[in-house]
């Protein structure tokens, strides 16, 4: 049988017979890396994959047992070529581990972009002007590049530093040619509102998914003020892709469990919380069967089709995952497809939006 040739760069094993009729979704299993749709972050910022790679797991710490590096660093250089163009890290990832891969896996590929973030200590570096310098100046080292492209701060936290200083090292580092863009992660409008007055806020990355939605009424407005939005958590830590389940047990160092205390924990995955969410599950798979997507691209579609928003981080160690969150890229939610989803997340009860 021959196959259409152009579905097959990039995407080797998408086999579509020559003459079949291709609806819109069944071409997202087949995205081409120059079919990826690309937005620009914010209104000074670069164009970005709709899709990013997010490399906490591939830190190593609180997920469970990591993979062997090849397998990481090739996981990776499936999502580049798949068309995704940046990817989401921090020092604090098994502390510098994931930048290390990255730096290993982005090394001939310059077109890549990497996004890191400096956290507070004592789990980061701190966010005293001089920390801030040498933080980025590590994150480098262990990138292996000369520049960061976007340098953000990974949470909001005053208790040392006002952030006016903090911010103000920030755009410094822009000044002196260290970083590119700067941005802000899990940060309130008002905060950011501070940090404009002193140099523009790039970037936004805050915790959004369909079973996470606190800040969503407010990301048209950091939109219209030409900040983009990268959201985290985009499938709910795995549980929006189907692959969580009522029989699913995490090892105790993966953060899952409820060992280490996270906020994410008590909403998604503690006993009681996981059992709803997982009915919001199996109530949105009759939508993405009847659109032919799997559950991962639909969490990661309807994250696209939020007004605000610039891009989804999906993080992933499989090679398989990545792709396939990549494609999410194609899909198309039409209206009644979002009233249809939105009708499963209010009969939840927790939709924080009308
Ligand atoms: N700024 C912050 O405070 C903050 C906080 C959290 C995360 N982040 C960033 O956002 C990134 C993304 O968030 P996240 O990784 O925590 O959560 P996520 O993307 O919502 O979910 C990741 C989980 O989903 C699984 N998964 C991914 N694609 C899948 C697929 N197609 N089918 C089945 N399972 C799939 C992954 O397992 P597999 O490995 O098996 O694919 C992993 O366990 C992080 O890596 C990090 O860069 C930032």
New binding site residues.
């Given amino acids: 049988m021959e196959f259409a040739s152009s579905y097959l760069t990039g995407w080797q094993e998408c086999n579509m017979p020559i003459g079949s009729f291709f609806t819109p979704a069944e071409r997202h299993g087949c995205l081409r890396a120059e079919d990826m749709e690309l937005r620009p972050l914010g209104s000074r910022g670069p164009d970005i994959s709709v899709i990013g790679?997010?490399?906490?797991?591939?830190g190593g710490a609180e997920?469970g047992a990591s993979p062997p590096d090849e397998q990481l660093l090739a996981t990776m250089r499936t999502g580049f070529d798949a068309g995704i163009t940046w990817?989401?890290?921090?020092e604090i990832?098994g502390n510098g581990r994931s930048e290390e891969l990255i730096g290993r896996a982005i090394q001939g590929r310059q077109e890549i972009m990497v996004f890191t973030?400096v956290a507070s200590a004592p789990r980061g570096t701190g966010y005293h002007p001089d920390s801030i310098r040498s933080a980025a100046e590590g994150s480098l080292g262990r990138l292996g590049r000369d520049v960061i492209d976007l340098y953000?701060l990974?949470?909001l936290d005053e208790k040392d530093v006002p952030l006016e200083e903090t911010w103000g090292a920030m755009a410094s580092l822009v000044d002196v040619g260290l970083v590119r863009w700067i941005g802000v992660?899990?940060f309130t409008a008002e905060a950011i509102e501070r940090c404009e007055r002193i140099r523009h806020v790039d970037s936004l990355?805050p915790?959004l998914?369909m079973l996470w939605q606190e800040r969503l009424p407010l990301l048209p407005l950091f939109a219209s003020n030409g900040t983009g939005v990268i959201a985290?958590?985009?499938?709910?830590?795995?549980l929006?892709?189907?692959?969580i389940t009522r029989e699913t047990t995490f090892e105790q160092d993966d953060w899952r469990s409820g060992t280490h205390g996270l906020r994410?924990y008590g909403q998604l995955f503690a006993p009681g919380s996981l059992e709803s969410n997982l009915e919001v599950v199996d109530a949105l798979k009759p939508i993405a069967e009847r659109l032919h997507v799997?559950?991962?691209?639909l969490a990661l579609a309807w994250v696209l089709h939020q007004d605000g928003i610039s891009g989804a981080?999906?993080?992933?160690?499989?090679g398989?995952?990545?792709r396939?969150?990549a494609a999410a890229s194609l899909v198309k939610l039409s209206t009644t497809d979002l009233e249809e989803i939105q009708t499963v997340l209010r009969r939840r009860g927790e939709i924080l939006t009308p």
């Fill in positions: 790679y997010g490399g906490w797991e591939a997920w990817v989401d890290t921090a990832y973030k953000q990974h949470w992660s899990n990355q915790h998914s985290y958590g985009t499938l709910a830590f795995g929006l892709t189907g692959a994410a799997s559950l991962a691209r981080i999906a993080g992933s160690r499989s398989e995952h990545v396939e969150n």
